[in-house]
């Protein structure tokens, strides 16, 4: 049984000694005694209450209590002990068995974890989980049709069979980056109104052997359960790449996963009902496996977007934004011929950041003029105050301008300017692709020409101008982008006097003796040719530059003035001043 005070106990500086003569004089009413304790409750008859220091477990104070007829109560508090170490006791089993359930539970976790590595990370998606429809794409108009005619096959197979026609099992989206081809497979989502599974390819792909095997089967076991269905697997030469490509061949994962692939595909299993869509921006280097008829029947060219497609595009990304009845879509789409439906896309949100930042109410050319400067040179960079400075890279710019002007026509400059931009040195100047060339990829040995010409322009002015002393490395990066487009000329298209000769990729590779050597397939004089050559070719275009500057050193002179006045000059100035003074 336990004993406890009612009273509130102070300390006291009342001594051991002085204690004991005021138990022995009658003065104290009660104490309170802690065995374990080195103190005592005391209550005098007064109403004082003390706590006074004392012996451990003093035997005095409970004699002299005794003595002296003192109301004595002994707090025992080894009961209290003992319970409290009870709970202690209990609260660590417990924690020990918070502890295992959670070291099972997540060993459970991570067993289901290895059981469900040969399980598809594939997405079912149904008509109404896609907003984009094919009217949603724009720019790709051929692409579209031949998409739309899949999801026939799919809705109306009959009308097929009846003509003995078989559904295509494979379709394969060819493109460069930023064109749609995604965009194009959530329409076809959007559209077809059957199961639609998607998929990146490099979810196939583990550290474990087999993985991506198994996720396959799994994938396509899916697809059979919704047939009719569509498959989409995105970037697909991340697992498509060509077999035995490595050194000695090659029997990884990857290789086992494309094989898996291969035989779901056209194997003996039937896939009747079940259509694969891929996409890709590297077909040229895709396991011939997988592109001939029967895998994938249908290869669809996703290309750049023409004049007409930019112009659809911008007004598809311009439909949600304040647009300005000023601006007109199809001059902007003649001033971004090569952008992607991607970098239009870009090109129309920086518009409306641009406008936000102006704090306007809608967006102006002045807008979409900075957007474009800043998706295709980067941000602008701290202002030029030397005029030294400003006089060296003005002749360099204009320079390249008159050459352009030249080779070109005067529409192909399309802006100059001193103002410098990250990722160039000083200014720069715009020039405007060519619609055929970027259209129908092929290029000439004229066209390249000119392009070295008007990359060498800026070192030619400065030539002309400050001597072949003082020229500087303004020109540095042009000079590097020459040379690259020279050696190609030589090595890769045959535009040299060394003839029709690819020289890009001469070299085998031979094993033995446990190394790797390299052993080249042109001889030591070819490539003192292919040197000459290129050393050559860049001499004759850059003293071409240098006389098409001769000739034009007035329209130089007069456009570095205004340059290095103004800072820029538009496509509307360039051709006032360029039409009058420019002798071709």
């Not at 529409?411 to 000083?426: A, E, N, Q, W």
């Not at 692709?433 to 129908?440: I, Y």
């Not at 020279?486 to 000769?501: A, D, Q």
């Not at 002179?557 to 509307?572: A, Q």
Request: charged share 25%; hydrophobic share 40%; aromatic share 6%.
């Amino acid at each position: 049984m336990f004993f406890k005070s009612n009273y509130s106990y102070s300390n006291s500086n009342t001594s051991y000694s002085d204690l004991l003569l005021e138990m022995d004089s009658g003065n104290i009413e009660s104490i309170y005694f802690y065995p374990r304790k080195r103190e005592i409750d005391v209550l005098y008859k007064n109403g004082k209450k003390e706590k006074v220091p004392i012996l451990y477990n003093d035997q005095l104070i409970i004699e002299k209590a005794s003595e002296n007829n003192i109301d004595l109560t002994i707090n025992n508090n080894r009961k209290e002990s003992l319970t409290a170490n009870s709970f202690a006791s209990v609260a660590l089993f417990l924690i020990f068995i918070i502890a295992i359930v959670l070291i099972l539970r997540s060993t459970s976790k991570i067993a289901s974890r290895a059981l469900g590595f040969g399980k598809n990370k594939a997405k079912f998606i149904t008509i109404d989980d896609v907003d984009t429809r094919f009217e949603d794409v724009a720019g790709v108009p051929e692409a579209a049709e031949e998409l739309k005619e899949v999801i026939k096959f799919l809705n109306e197979p009959k009308k097929f069979s009846d003509l003995g026609a078989k559904v295509p099992k494979g379709v394969l989206l060819i493109g460069p980056p930023g064109t749609g081809k995604t965009l194009l497979a959530k329409a076809i989502a959007g559209e077809s109104g059957v199961p639609f599974l998607t998929i990146a390819a490099s979810e196939f792909v583990e550290l474990f052997v087999g993985v991506g095997a198994s996720r396959v089967r799994d994938l396509f076991e899916k697809a059979k359960e919704k047939s009719p269905c569509i498959i989409f697997i995105d970037e697909i030469d991340s697992i498509g790449r060509q077999r035995g490509s490595g050194i000695g061949g090659g029997n990884d994962e990857r290789e086992q996963t494309l094989n898996q692939l291969l035989t779901e595909l056209d194997g003996f299993a039937d896939n009747s009902g079940i259509i694969v869509i891929a996409a890709t921006n590297r077909p040229d280097i895709l396991d011939s496996a997988l592109l001939r008829p029967g895998r994938f029947d249908r290869k669809i060219e996703v290309m750049l977007p023409d004049l007409e497609g930019r112009k659809k595009i911008l007004s598809v990304h311009s439909l949600s934004k304040p647009l300005s009845k000023n601006v007109d879509l199809a001059y902007w789409a003649t001033r971004t011929v090569g952008f992607s439906g991607a970098d239009l896309a870009n090109l129309m949100n920086e518009s409306a950041i641009h406008c936000a930042r102006d704090e306007s109410k809608s967006i102006n050319d002045f807008h979409i003029e900075n957007a474009l400067d800043k998706v295709t040179l980067g941000l602008r960079t701290s202002i030029i105050s030397s005029l030294n400075t400003k006089k060296i890279i003005a002749y360099n710019e204009v320079g390249r301008a008159i050459v352009s002007a030249v080779r070109n026509g005067i529409d192909s400059v399309d802006k100059i300017t001193i103002l410098p931009r990250s990722g160039y040195m000083g200014g720069y100047t715009k020039i405007n692709p060519d619609e055929d060339v970027v259209s129908s990829g092929l290029i000439s040995k004229k066209l390249l020409l000119s392009k070295i010409e008007i990359a060498l322009a800026g070192r030619a002015a400065e030539t002309i101008v400050f001597g072949k002393n003082e020229i500087t490395q303004c020109s540095i990066n042009d000079i590097s982008y020459a040379t690259n487009i020279v050696r190609e000329m030589v090595t890769k298209y045959g535009f040299s006097l060394i003839g029709p000769l690819s020289l890009e990729n001469s070299k085998e590779t031979l094993l033995g003796d446990g190394f790797v050597r390299n052993k080249s397939l042109i001889a030591d004089n070819t490539y003192s040719r292919i040197d000459n050559e290129i050393i050559n070719i860049s001499k004759i275009s850059l003293n071409n530059a240098i006389n098409i500057i001769l000739k034009n050193r007035i329209l130089l002179e007069k456009l570095v003035e205004i340059l290095i006045t103004k800072e820029t000059i538009e496509n509307n100035i360039f051709k006032k001043i360029t039409f009058d003074l420019l002798n071709v």
